[in-house]
Structures are given as structure tokens and as C-alpha cells.
């Protein structure tokens, strides 16, 4: 079947065949800072590797620009206002604030257990905690303490050993495992070796202190904490450019490892590997750090899925969501769902082009919707500041256009509200 230019695909026979998944997201990693997404630098030959012999989706789109909100989108297929996990953790006086997801929503980990699959998380915590929602229908749930921590001057480890393990234990099983890991996340320590691969990094311009936990943020870090967050001049933001990838090397390097593993003991002809992550970072594209906002460096996400089903495929260009990843990765295996969500399996669309809709939301934040031409922003941060870009003509996202266009920007209102409603659920 051709699909576009260059672009062949093979649905093999034997939808429902057994087949164990690997769910991979990596947290705050922007889709353009691959390889295999245009990026120059080689951070990620690994990772590129799995998309050259997959699927490849050049516009996946995440539903919020934080972590918790956008994980449990991917887990529940469901917007963050209809899962209800719509923040990350928060300090609020002696303790944190946490949204936990709603016992009634089914998570993809429980459905996948239902149908006799082993289950595990491999995760570095935090804002993946177990206790918001993550950990239901996981045998196993780990929480990597040393990536807890927001400072990590030694550089955190990724848990290779024990992950390696489970699947070495349980390789007869039809198993899911989710990982996640925070080592491109702010404030990007990774291990040594890693470190200066592409120039100065964050620590040849600062001295870190003690390190701290997302529960304690003493004093003396503030100064730390509020030095990684804005834009010091363009040096610092080189720097800042360079731990970022040099830590993105280092999970390609697990990558790979992870790949080889499976290679050598015979689970990547029957493993579906789906990588992605739950946003991006900004570097000052709009006059910010971190991920706070609703633009493309943060909601454009990579989107990569190797799996038996397809041979020779390479890249989709459809408009795609982070919760369409559920749906998909049940058709794959030949689970039905019994119940509405707001994504779809990616399989049909594989051959048509499904014009989606994007929605994304974030509490304190507010919410953005895109479409294939177009993109809608409601800034809470801001006093709900509006935007609307044009994609054909400013794919950066650099001119507001919704003073003077204020019946597109009306449509684009019409057209979230539209999104969020289309299946009948109720908000929890």
C-alpha cells in the first residue's frame, strides 16, 4: 500500500495475535530536538533507528503542557478536565496538592491486566506518582528516588538493570511495561560521560547546591530554581541547549540498549514499542523556560510506534493526538473498548488522513485547540489573552492574528468545545 510519497505499509494478517508492549515517555522531550524529526545534532541515532523502521508521526500533539495532566491523557485516553488529574503535584503549606484520577476511569494498564497480560512501571515518580491514578492495573510499580530529585548534581541513573530484569523474568508472559524518566527534564544532569558532548552545559555556568526534593524547596535553592527558569542572555541559553541534549543522548544510549536486549532474547518480533513523551521544553521561543504554555516547542510532541503489524513505514503527517495512543495500541492487540474515550486508533488513519482536532488544557494555564491550519490560544496566565496563528503561513507560531480575524477565531472556540464534547462522557 503507498501512502504519500516514499511511504509504504504493511498490515500483516492476525490482528489479535498476542503481542507484549512497551510504552516509552520520556517527560519534557520537544519532538525537534531528534534526528528523525530534522533535528542536526546526532542526539538521538538510537531513537531514530526505531523510527526508521516504524511509523513516525511528524505532528503528534500532546493535551497539556505538564506532566501529570498529559501522562494520565495517554493512560485514559480522556482530555485532563474529563480524567480530572488536571495539575502536577503542588506545595500548599506543610503538604502538596494532588489530583487523583476518578476510580471509575479505566486506565489502559487495567484494561491490558484484564486480558492476562503482566504489567509493569518503571517511572522516576513525582508527577507519575502511583497514588494520583498511575499505579492502577501495574503488578509492579518503581519509582527511580534518585531522578526524584529536582537537583541532581552526580547525574541520576536510569534503572537499565532492573528494567532488563522484568523483562528477562517475565518473556514468556504477554507483558506491558510503561517507563518514564525525568533526565531531560530541567535541570538536565545527566551522568558525566554525557555531559559537554555538545558544548558547555548548565554546569560550567553554575554551581548546583545540595540536592532537594519536589517537597522541600528551601531558601537556599531559590535562587537555583529561579536561575533555571529565565533567560540569563544568549550564553546561558546555549548552555541550557547543551545539557538538554547531552541528556537526551543519554536516554537515546538506554534506548538502544533497551532495543538490543530485546533483539537478542527474540521479544522485539512480537513487541510493540511506543515512544513519546507527555510535552516539550521551551528555550525562549516565546520569551519563557520550561513548559508553561501552549505553544508548538511545548504540545509538539515525537510520536514513534515499531510494532510486527508494519513493515517499511516511515512518516505519517496526519495531525495525531497523545490520546489516540490508547485506542491504537488496543486495536493492535486485539482488545475492544467497551466504553467511550476522546481518541481514536491511529490504524484507520494510516490510510485517510482523519482531520483531528487537538485540544490541550492545563489548569492555571488555560487551553489551546489546533487544527491543521490553524491554532487557538486562551492564555489564563495572561488575563486570558487570546491568539490565533495561522500554520500554512507561520508555522513558529509569531503572529497573533485574532484581533483582525475574529469569526475564525470564534470557529476555532466552537471547534474545542465541539472536541470535548464528541463522546458522551461526563466530567468527573
Not at 535562587?223 to 527558569?229: I, R, S
Request: charged share 20%.
Amino acid at each position: 500500500m503507498l501512502l504519500g510519497r516514499g511511504f509504504y505499509i504493511s498490515i500483516l494478517d492476525g490482528m489479535s495475535k498476542k503481542y507484549n508492549v512497551i510504552l516509552i515517555g520520556i517527560d519534557a522531550l520537544r519532538a525537534d530536538h531528534l534526528g528523525c524529526y530534522g533535528y542536526p545534532r546526532p542526539t538521538s541515532p538510537n531513537i531514530d533507528a526505531l523510527a526508521n523502521k516504524g511509523l513516525c508521526f511528524e505532528n503528534c500533539f500532546s493535551q497539556a503542557p505538564n506532566t501529570a495532566p498529559s501522562f494520565m491523557s495517554i493512560m485514559t485516553s480522556r482530555y485532563p478536565s474529563y480524567h480530572g488529574v488536571i495539575d502536577n503535584i503542588h506545595p500548599k503549606g506543610g503538604t502538596s496538592r494532588m489530583y487523583v484520577l476518578d476510580e471509575g476511569i479505566p486506565t489502559i494498564a487495567q484494561i491490558v491486566k484484564r486480558n492476562g497480560y503482566s504489567t509493569a512501571a518503571f517511572t522516576d515518580g513525582a508527577n507519575v506518582w502511583d497514588e494520583m491514578g498511575f499505579g492502577r492495573g501495574f503488578d509492579y510499580y518503581s519509582m527511580n528516588w534518585e531522578f526524584r530529585r529536582l537537583i541532581r548534581p552526580a547525574g541520576g541513573s536510569i534503572l537499565t538493570g532492573e528494567i532488563l530484569y522484568w523483562l528477562k523474568e517475565h518473556s514468556r508472559d504477554n507483558f506491558f511495561l510503561f517507563f518514564h524518566t525525568y533526565a531531560v527534564h530541567t535541570p538536565w544532569f545527566a551522568p558525566q560521560n554525557f555531559r559537554g558532548l555538545y558544548g558547555e552545559g548548565v554546569d560550567t555556568v553554575m554551581v548546583p547546591p545540595p540536592p532537594i526534593t519536589i517537597y522541600s524547596k528551601p531558601k537556599w535553592a531559590e535562587p537555583y530554581l529561579h536561575f533555571l527558569h529565565q533567560v540569563q542572555d544568549a550564553k546561558t541559553l546555549e548552555c541550557y541547549v547543551n545539557s538538554y541534549d547531552g541528556a537526551l543522548r543519554y536516554v537515546d544510549d538506554f534506548i538502544g540498549k533497551l532495543v538490543e536486549f530485546l533483539d537478542e532474547t527474540k521479544l522485539l518480533e512480537r513487541t510493540i514499542i511506543i515512544f513519546t513523551s507527555d510535552h516539550g521544553e521551551e528555550f525562549s521561543e516565546h520569551g519563557g523556560l520550561g513548559h508553561h504554555q501552549f505553544y508548538s516547542e511545548l504540545l509538539h510532541v515525537p510520536l514513534i510506534i515499531k510494532s510486527p503489524h508494519f513493515q517499511e513505514a516511515q512518516n505519517v503527517p496526519h495531525l495525531v493526538r497523545s490520546i489516540d495512543i490508547f485506542p491504537t495500541i488496543l486495536e493492535l492487540l486485539g482488545i475492544k473498548i467497551g466504553f467511550p474515550v476522546h481518541g481514536v486508533s491511529l490504524v484507520p488513519s494510516l490510510k485517510k488522513d482523519a482531520d483531528l482536532v487537538a485540544a490541550a488544557e492545563a489548569e492555571f494555564l488555560g487551553w489551546a485547540v489546533q487544527a491543521k491550519d490553524a491554532k487557538y490560544i486562551c492564555h489564563q496566565q495572561k488575563g486570558s489573552s487570546r491568539e490565533l496563528y495561522d500554520l500554512n503561513t507561520d508555522p513558529k507560531e509569531t503572529k497573533n492574528i485574532a484581533d483582525a480575524n475574529p469569526g475564525k477565531a470564534a470557529a476555532m472556540s466552537e471547534m474545542r468545545e465541539r472536541e470535548l464534547g464528541r463522546p458522551a462522557l461526563s466530567l468527573p
